[in-house]
């Protein structure tokens, strides 16, 4: 009897422990669930950064869910072995070392324009609707919710993969059949650097003047001006497009 005692309390504990398990992951999906009802006030809610570690979950699902969180290591140490790939096909191909480091860097270039691009037309575009208000959360929203949670910093491996379809043909679109595998190269380097450089500006502690003020220029635009500021490895495309944003003396001033 004792013996059937001990391995019925057991079992209550396994079933109590499964119990709050779910209860908690239900609690942390909420946020998910509940920002397609926001309808206009989304776009408000989601620039009121809640500053923790840790951020809400995605899905119920332990597989789904682990596709959303990404250590930043995982970005070079996936993505540095396929930059070099690329590039050795436009060596094979016949290019030279100063080509291909040129067009390496045009890539890298490249890149830079399409970062800027997508931050502020993609990422930032206004929402109301339920569909609408989900897909940008998920996308971009909860960064800018949970700006300071590590795992949600870099993009994940799995869908940067099937990016890669259509901007290898964009890459082929706009050069040469030999050049296109090191300008792709460089661009997917660009995006490496891009990442890294992310999760860095959040989470580094800068110590020279260069990376300090890049730190600075990206947590501006999470905490004070959201509709500013889109470069992250450079401020160069919100020169060319105007969207530096203002200072604070010239601000206070108005």
Same mark, same amino acid.
């Given at each position: @009897?004792?013996? +059937?005692?001990?391995?019925? $309390?057991?079992?209550?504990?396994?079933?109590?422990?499964?119990?709050?398990? *779910?209860?908690?992951?239900?609690?942390?999906?909420?946020? +998910?669930?509940?920002?397609?009802?926001?309808?206009?006030?989304?776009?408000?809610?989601?620039?009121?950064?809640?500053?923790?570690?840790?951020?809400? +979950?995605?899905?119920?699902? *332990? !597989?789904?869910?682990? /596709?959303?969180?990404?250590?930043?290591?995982?970005?070079?140490?996936?993505?540095?072995?396929?930059?070099?790939?690329?590039?050795?096909?436009?060596?094979?191909?016949?290019?030279?070392?100063?080509?291909?480091?040129? &067009?390496?860097?045009? %890539?890298? %270039?490249?890149?830079?324009?399409?970062?800027?691009?997508?931050?502020?037309?993609? !990422?930032?575009?206004?929402?109301?609707?339920?569909? %609408? =208000?989900?897909?940008?959360?998920?996308?971009?929203?909860?960064?800018?919710?949970?700006?300071?949670?590590?795992?949600?910093?870099?993009?994940?491996?799995?869908?940067?993969?099937?990016?890669?379809?259509?901007?290898? =043909?964009?890459?082929?679109?706009?050069? &040469?059949?030999?050049?296109?595998?090191?300008?792709?190269? $460089?661009?997917?380097?660009?995006?490496? @650097?891009? *990442?890294?450089?992310?999760?860095?500006?959040?989470?580094?502690?800068?110590?020279?003047?260069?990376?300090? =003020?890049?730190?600075?220029?990206?947590?501006?635009?999470?905490?004070?001006?959201?509709?500013?500021?889109?470069?992250?490895?450079?401020? /160069?495309? *919100?020169?060319?497009?105007?969207?530096?944003?203002?200072?604070?003396?010239?601000?206070?001033? +108005?």
């Amino acid at each position: @009897m004792g013996r +059937r005692s001990e391995l019925a $309390g057991e079992g209550d504990e396994r079933i109590w422990w499964f119990c709050f398990r *779910d209860s908690l992951k239900s609690k942390r999906i909420k946020e +998910r669930e509940r920002v397609g009802h926001l309808g206009e006030s989304y776009q408000e809610w989601v620039h009121q950064p809640i500053v923790s570690k840790e951020g809400p +979950r995605f899905f119920g699902s *332990d !597989f789904w869910e682990f /596709l959303t969180r990404t250590e930043w290591w995982v970005i070079p140490l996936v993505w540095l072995p396929v930059v070099c790939w690329f590039v050795s096909k436009s060596i094979v191909m016949g290019h030279t070392l100063p080509q291909i480091a040129l &067009t390496v860097v045009t %890539g890298i %270039g490249v890149w830079t324009l399409l970062e800027y691009t997508l931050h502020r037309f993609l !990422f930032h575009i206004k929402t109301k609707s339920y569909w %609408g =208000n989900t897909m940008h959360y998920l996308l971009h929203g909860c960064h800018h919710k949970h700006p300071m949670d590590g795992l949600r910093l870099v993009f994940p491996p799995a869908a940067t993969a099937v990016l890669c379809f259509p901007f290898y =043909n964009f890459f082929k679109l706009i050069s &040469t059949p030999s050049t296109a595998p090191a300008l792709f190269g $460089g661009g997917l380097l660009g995006y490496v @650097m891009y *990442d890294v450089t992310h999760y860095y500006l959040h989470h580094g502690q800068p110590t020279s003047e260069v990376p300090k =003020n890049l730190k600075k220029y990206h947590l501006n635009h999470h905490f004070r001006i959201q509709n500013k500021g889109f470069g992250i490895t450079s401020s /160069l495309w *919100d020169k060319v497009f105007g969207t530096v944003p203002t200072s604070m003396p010239a601000e206070k001033s +108005r």
